[in-house]
Every structure is written in structure tokens, then in C-alpha cells.
């Protein structure tokens, strides 16, 4: 497959779809849903506030609807991971978010490849 990444802006996620690895989404878009096959998601939201109501209480937050992780940024469900704003983090910095997410994705393969979580330190 291309390596390729494509930008959906204005579109609600509504669903992510596969069973073992990611193979579609479902997003709302001008009041229609539309389904594409993907291979991958990476959320990018904008604003101060979290925007976890897609999640639809599917993973644990808080009063403020920040999700809450564990310290490999795994979320309640194995093999979740998730970084950046969704987290609230004191000082909300694309750098912060850039390295969250750099984070979750080491601990997502070795989640994948069954291998010890790295732990901060």
C-alpha cells in the first residue's frame, strides 16, 4: 500500500472500525455519514477544551472530560493508547502533544509485540 496521509477537516468521527488492526472509519460530514477504508487515525482537534464525546463513555474521564491514562498512556481498554490535549496536560504545547504522542506509539508496539512497557523514570 501508498504511504499516504489524507486530511478530513469538518467531519465528526463517528466510528473506527477493524477487529486487530484499524480498517475503516465512519465520519459525519454536511449531515451525511460517510464510510472510508483507512489503515490507520490520527486525531487532530482543535480547541482548549478535550473533544472526547465521539469516545460515548467507551473509555474513563474526568469532571472535565479529560481521558485518564495509566503511566504508559494506555487507556482503560488494552491496547489503547492516547497523548496529547485528550489528556490536559498543565501546559498544553504541541511539543508536549508531539511527545505524548511519540510515546503512545513506542508503547503501542510494544503492546503489538508483547514486549515489557517502558516506564518513566
Same mark, same amino acid.
Do not use: W
Given at each position: 500500500m501508498?504511504?499516504?496521509?489524507?486530511s478530513i477537516s469538518g467531519a465528526t468521527?463517528?466510528?473506527?472500525?477493524?477487529?486487530?488492526?484499524?480498517?475503516?472509519?465512519?465520519?459525519?460530514r454536511n449531515n451525511q455519514d460517510q464510510s472510508i477504508r483507512v489503515d490507520g487515525v490520527?486525531?487532530?482537534l482543535?480547541?482548549?477544551r478535550p473533544v472526547t464525546g465521539f469516545l460515548e463513555g467507551a473509555l474513563p474521564t474526568d469532571a472535565y472530560?479529560?481521558?485518564?491514562?495509566?503511566? =504508559?498512556?494506555?487507556? &482503560? @481498554?488494552p491496547g489503547v493508547f492516547a497523548a496529547g490535549d485528550v489528556l490536559c496536560p498543565e501546559i498544553k504545547q504541541a511539543?508536549?502533544?508531539a511527545a505524548e504522542g511519540c510515546r503512545a506509539a513506542?508503547?503501542?508496539v510494544r503492546y503489538l =509485540?508483547?514486549?515489557? &512497557? @517502558?516506564v518513566n523514570r
Open positions: 501508498p504511504d499516504r496521509v489524507t468521527l463517528k466510528q473506527i472500525s477493524g477487529k486487530r488492526a484499524v480498517t475503516g472509519i465512519v465520519v459525519r490520527f486525531i487532530y482543535l480547541g482548549n472530560g479529560c481521558l485518564q491514562v495509566d503511566e =504508559n498512556l494506555q487507556t &482503560a @481498554i511539543v508536549v502533544a513506542m508503547q503501542s =509485540n508483547h514486549k515489557v &512497557a @517502558i
